[in-house]
């Protein structure tokens, strides 16, 4: 039995979950294309593979909106923060180096250590209130 025949079978108890025939008629091939050898195992590459339409496999994956980290991070904080216990929201020069979201962390009362990168000027604390907060605090390599 070859792996495709294998992979058919192995969805059937879970195709039911799927809302529409056309959706549950996909599963398998839109695996076929997870599990292959695509470097970037997008719809258009998938489509192609699997030998249908793009159209097929954008309509079963569907449409996900755009967020930037930032808005990740504060959406899960929004949803999931009063339930999940934490003291400190820490991340990398990424997230510490949009100062809305460093703004948005404050207003929402969240307490965070990020890193600011070096270039980055204004918005960022200055050693004399990190000082006063008492955390340690080094400038940065000129």
């Known amino acids: 039995m070859q792996i495709v025949d294998r992979l058919d079978e192995f969805v059937v ?15 398998p091939l839109y695996l076929q294309g997870l599990l292959s050898h695509l470097p970037g195992k997008n719809a ?3 489509a ?3 030998d249908i339409e793009r159209q097929v496999i954008q309509d079963f ?8 980290r930032q808005d990740q991070c504060l959406e899960m ?5 009063p339930q999940v216990p934490h ?3 820490t991340g990398d020069d990424e997230l510490g180096s949009h100062m809305r979201f460093r703004h948005e962390l404050r207003k929402r009362g969240e307490r965070y250590v990020l890193r600011v990168p070096c270039r980055r000027h204004g918005g960022a604390p200055t050693p004399a209130r990190l000082r006063a907060s ?3 605090a080094t400038r940065c390599p000129d």
């Open 77 to 81: 904080l929004d949803t999931w923060g």
């Open 48 to 50: 192609t593979f699997v």
């Open 13 to 27: 108890p879970y195709q039911h979950a799927l809302e529409t025939e056309a959706s549950q008629r996909n599963v």
């Open 87 to 89: 003291g400190w929201v």
């Open 44 to 46: 258009e590459d998938i």
């Open 134 to 136: 008492g955390v340690h």
């Open 61 to 68: 994956i569907g449409e996900v909106r755009y967020q930037t």
